[in-house]
């Protein structure tokens, strides 16, 4: 597993577990939001964060420390993986999009 912060400009840097546990357990949680969605009521929920962990450990893959989980109910129904702010951001905004076109929702 791999390990990061967030920068001042949302840019991802690589630590080890021990620094990012300190860093976890002083952020407050909406710095590290992305967005967040609800539809249907509030009965779908679309979250996504940057976590600042990472399983992609291959040099072929690049990290993904940030995530989009779809809650439906109190289940997760689906989850998304980027390595960037922006990449996170778009990937939100298409994950929205996909569920109201699936929901009938435009």
């Known amino acids: 597993m791999l390990y990061f912060l967030l920068g001042e400009n949302r840019d991802c840097i690589a630590v080890d577990a021990k620094e990012w546990l300190a860093w976890y357990k002083n952020t407050e949680s909406e710095n ?27 040099p072929k893959e690049p990290p993904k420390p940030f995530l989009t989980i ?13 390595s960037t702010w922006d990449q996170a951001l778009i990937g939100h905004k298409k994950t929205v999009a996909k569920l109201k076109s699936d929901f009938g929702l435009q």
């Open 32 to 58: 590290c939001d992305v967005a967040e969605d609800f539809l249907l009521d509030r009965e779908v929920r679309i979250s996504t964060m940057f976590t600042g962990l990472s399983w992609e450990v291959s």
């Open 70 to 82: 779809v809650f439906v109910g109190y289940g997760i129904d689906e989850q998304y993986r980027y």
